[in-house]
């Protein structure tokens, strides 16, 4: 998921379809407005601001060493969301590898994501979720990332068995890979001469079709 839209004030370079702070995913079905507003928010985010046109600001957007737009994964479970925290960043979507090792992730002041154990559920002082069973108990426990959607432990959260992550960043790969089909398209409408090296700068600045170490 990617949070969308300019700072602040008019953006009329291309068309957006959204408005600051809203959350716009990254896949194959979106449209040429949904692209434009993704487009914006890197564009921004990146520090652009003083383009004249379509063409300038795709040539400046080329040339950023690295593509911030506030963005990351979105979890839902059980009735339970975990959206991106306000620092999370869109590029960093690949820091979930990291859980595969039980090794510590640090997404910013939230959202709060901890490995959860066999014996490592009283120290979370949290119920284990219900599919765990009831036969849960000091020696026994999840095997699961657990993520609450702020700072610290507090609140209803969402678990992830720790084997369902290859398949999941392995979906984040295919939505972003299909976003990149939709993001030349919109190229070849609005800077044509210009398709190819944005797809591959967004590609590249986003580490989207670089194999992931599964």
């Not at 080329?62 to 590029?91: H, K, M």
């Not at 295919?174 to 700068?201: I, K, M, N």
Request: net charge negative; hydrophobic share 40%; glycine share 14%.
């Amino acid at each position: 998921m990617c949070r969308i839209g300019p700072p602040g004030g008019e953006f009329t370079l291309w068309p957006v379809a959204a408005v600051d702070g809203t959350w716009l995913h990254l896949d194959g079905t979106a449209d040429q407005h949904d692209v434009g507003s993704a487009l914006c928010a890197l564009y921004f985010a990146g520090g652009g601001s003083t383009a004249g046109s379509t063409d300038e600001a795709v040539h400046e957007l080329i040339g950023f060493d690295t593509l911030y737009a506030p963005g990351g994964l979105l979890l839902r479970d059980n009735g339970t969301s975990v959206e991106p925290g306000p620092r999370s960043e869109l590029f960093a979507w690949r820091t979930w590898l990291a859980a595969l090792y039980r090794a510590e992730i640090d997404l910013g002041p939230g959202p709060w994501v901890e490995y959860v154990g066999p014996g490592m559920g009283a120290e979370v002082g949290a119920e284990v979720g219900p599919e765990v069973g009831p036969e849960v108990g000091p020696d026994v426990g999840p095997d699961v990332v657990r993520v609450w959607p702020g700072e610290g432990r507090a609140g209803p959260y969402v678990d992830v068995a720790r084997q369902a992550l290859p398949g999941m960043l392995r979906q984040v790969q295919r939505d972003l890979t299909g976003f990149l089909g939709a993001l030349r398209t919109w190229a070849a409408t609005h800077s044509p001469d210009q398709t190819e090296l944005l797809v591959a700068a967004v590609d590249a600045g986003l580490e989207i079709t670089e194999p992931l170490p599964l």
